[in-house]
């Protein structure tokens, strides 16, 4: 009993192995008539060629006028004989990658070991909250006008303050501030 389980488990192997032979060939032969088994043509090298060129050109195109217009910025600011406060020292850039590694090695082992459905769920409640409160924010224009004024006036409004101060050898400057609503 237990050798005819074998056999037919053998039997069931070989076949399957057979199966995906026979996909194989297909697939190869679809190839060779210029379609794949989706039913659409195949990639020509000129359209991965422009789709290439065209992912490069756009990762490389926000960097390069985003380093223009700093530069811009900062000899704007060089001509008034002002200073730039966003500097980055030696100590700085020399620690970026400890911390971008440890930032990479926390995300590889939460997705290792957190489970792919809580994953979804965090990630689900996440862009739930942030669709909730963009089509709040979106409506809040809308409907505000059309509620009567009990409920506009319970309404809170948060305004955020962000004082900065920094050190400089001039005594009695004022703090930059920077306000948000």
Known sequence: ELTASRKSGSVKLIQAMAD????????IAGDINGSNLTGRDAA?????ALTYSGLLLMALAP???GAARSVIYHS?????????????????AAMFPLYASGGLFGLYLFFKFVPKEYVNLMLSVLFLGLGVSGLARACSAILEPLLPAFITARIAKYHLQLTVTQPSEKKGTQPQSCTAN
């Open 20 to 27: 995906v032979e026979n996909v194989t060939n297909v697939s």
């Open 44 to 48: 020509t090298t000129e359209g991965i």
């Open 63 to 65: 960097i390069f006028f």
């Open 76 to 92: 704007g600011l060089k001509r008034m004989g002002e200073e730039a406060g966003d500097r980055i020292d030696m100590k700085d």
